[in-house]
C-alpha cells in the first residue's frame, strides 16, 4: 500500500475508532508497518489539520474528532509544482496566504517519492512575482469579502484623486493582470471596481452588507472567469 493510500486508510480507521480510540499497536499490525511508521504518519495527518486527539496510559489510544476525515491525495510531482506555482506566481491573489498553506498541507502527505520528485522539479520553475499588496489591507478585503461586511477603504484613483468610501464587496476579479475590488460604492451610489493597489487604507466595519448580487455587476470580461469551475 502506498502511503498517501494508508494515509487515507488509517485516518478513515481513526474515524471509525469513534471514542474509543485505537493503538499505535494495533494500527501498526492493522497495516503491516512499525509503529515507528504509524507514528510518523498520525503526525502527517496531523500537520496536514486532521483533527486527530491522543490519549495516553492504559486503553489510551488516537482517534479522529467526528466529522474529520482526510480525503486521499494522489498528485504527480507535476501537479505538485503546478499548485506551487500558481500560488507563488499570485501573492496578491485573494487568500493567497491560505492557499500556501493549503499546498503545503498537501504537500505533507504526499508520498516521500512523489515529494521528492517534486521538489526537484520545483528548483526548474521560476516565477517574477510582483511584490504582494499590505498584508494588513489584504486581511480586510479578505475578512469583508468572506463575511460579508461593509468595508472602509481610502481609495486612490488614476487620475490620483483619493476618496474615503464604504464599500459593500461583491467579487474578486482578476483582469489584465490587475486584482480589482468590485463592490457597491455607498459614496457613488453604484457598483464600482478598485484596483487593489489603490486601496491605501481598508478597515471592517460592523455593517452587514445589503445583499447585492454578482449579477448585478454585469457580464465579465472577455478574459476573466470565475475560479469554481471543475475542468473548465
Known sequence: ???????????????????????????????????RTIKRDLDALDNSGAPIWSRPGPGGG???AAGGSLPPVSLSPAQAVALMAAVAAA???????????GVQKILDV??????????E???????????????????????????QRVIR???????GTSTTRDVEPVLFASTNGQWYLVGWCRLRNAMRWF????????????????????????EPPA????????GE
Open 1 to 35: 500500500m502506498k502511503r498517501v493510500e494508508r494515509l487515507h486508510a488509517l485516518s478513515e480507521m481513526l474515524r471509525r475508532s469513534g471514542t474509543r480510540g485505537v493503538s499505535a499497536e494495533r494500527l501498526a499490525g492493522e497495516f503491516e508497518v512499525s509503529v
Open 62 to 64: 488516537y482517534g479522529l
Open 91 to 101: 501573492p496578491d491573489a485573494p487568500y493567497a496566504d491560505l492557499a500556501a498553506a
Open 195 to 218: 484596483t487593489v493597489s489603490g486601496i491605501e487604507r481598508a478597515s471592517v466595519t460592523k455593517t452587514g452588507c445589503g445583499g447585492h448580487a454578482i449579477h448585478e455587476v454585469g
Open 223 to 230: 478574459n476573466a472567469r470565475p475560479v469554481h469551475g471543475r
Open 121 to 147: 522539479l520545483a528548483h526548474r520553475v521560476w516565477v517574477n512575482a510582483l511584490p504582494a499588496s499590505s498584508r494588513a489591507i489584504k486581511s480586510a478585503l479578505e475578512e469583508a469579502m468572506a463575511e
Open 110 to 119: 504526499l508520498d516521500p517519492k512523489t515529494r521528492a520528485r517534486g521538489d
Open 153 to 159: 477603504i481610502r481609495y486612490t484613483s488614476r487620475d
